[in-house]
C-alpha cells in the first residue's frame, strides 16, 4: 500500500541509511519529532510496522528506554495502524493504555504491530504490541477519536 500519495497523510520515503526502505511522517508533531524520530513500513502481507531506534535522551535512571518514550511510540503507532486500514482521517487520542511487560534497552530495534478492532463513525479502537528485537515490552490499546482537522487562521497548515 502506497501511502505517499496523500496530503493528510504525509508520510515520506526513506532512501539512506538504516531506515532505508521505511516512511517517515517528519515535521507534523514536534513532540513526536523530538522523541524519536518514528519510522513505519509495509512488510510482504501489507500489514504495518513501525520502527524506533531509541537514543540515550530516552533513557530512565535505570538506563532502560523511559515508560514515557515508549507511550509515545506507541501513540504513533495507534495512528499508524489506524491509518493502514482507514487512510485520510484527522483524529486525536481519546485514551491510551499501556501494560508494560519487559525492559527496552536503547540502541536496540524496537517495533510497534497492531490492529484495528472497530471502527465507528466517530471512535477507531487499535490494539498493539511493541517488541525489542523479538522480546515483548508493551501492549497497548487506545481508541482515536475521529475530529475535523485544525486549520489556523489564515488557511496555512
Known amino acids: 500500500m502506497d501511502t505517499t500519495t496523500t496530503p493528510e497523510t504525509r508520510l515520506l520515503p526513506v532512501t539512506e541509511g538504516e531506515w532505508a526502505g521505511w516512511l517517515r511522517w517528519p515535521g507534523t508533531d514536534p513532540f513526536e519529532d523530538h522523541t524519536g524520530p518514528f519510522f513505519a513500513r509495509y512488510d510482504a502481507g501489507g500489514v504495518i510496522e513501525c520502527g524506533f531506534r531509541p537514543e540515550a535522551k530516552n533513557s530512565n535512571g535505570g538506563g532502560n528506554v523511559h515508560g514515557g ?3 509515545t511510540f506507541a501513540d504513533f503507532a495507534l ?5 493502514a486500514v482507514l487512510p485520510e482521517f484527522h483524529g486525536v487520542t481519546a485514551t491510551l493504555n ?3 511487560v519487559g525492559a ?4 536496540r530495534l524496537l517495533t510497534a504491530r497492531g490492529e484495528v478492532v472497530k471502527a465507528g ?23 482515536i477519536k475521529r475530529i475535523t482537522r485544525y486549520r ?4 496555512a497548515d
Open 69 to 71: 518514550a515508549l507511550l
Open 79 to 83: 495512528f499508524m495502524i489506524a491509518s
Open 98 to 100: 499501556a501494560e508494560f
Open 104 to 107: 527496552a534497552r536503547p540502541s
Open 121 to 143: 463513525r466517530s471512535l477507531i479502537f487499535v490494539r498493539g504490541t511493541i517488541d525489542d528485537e523479538g522480546a515483548a515490552v508493551m501492549s497497548f490499546s487506545g481508541v
Open 152 to 155: 489556523p487562521a489564515g488557511g
